[in-house]
């Protein structure tokens, strides 16, 4: 006789899990998404410029854009995701 494996789980993570799923996000965030940190974030300066209209944005810039933009947007997508989770016995 073969023991069958339990069902998964639909239970959404515990508080101290949801927690360890933000470390990546968050720990990226604030090392590569705000580097350089002098004279001020480059997320910061490349947003500006951004705003500003962008003009004279090279293929340089917007790739650095992405590079310092995307643990922002992992970041809040994992907020998002965890806030929209179900609470457990829902």
Known sequence: ???????????????????????????????????????????VGKLRWLMGGAVGMGGDDWFDLLLHGTPWLWLLLTLVRLLLRRPEGG
Not at 4 to 26: D, E, Q
Not at 28 to 39: K, Q
């Open 1 to 43: 006789m073969s023991a069958t494996p339990p069902p998964p789980s639909t239970a959404p993570a515990p508080p101290k899990r949801r927690l360890g799923v933000l470390l990546g996000p968050l720990a990226l965030s604030l090392t590569l998404g705000l580097a350089p940190f002098a004279p001020e974030p480059h997320i």
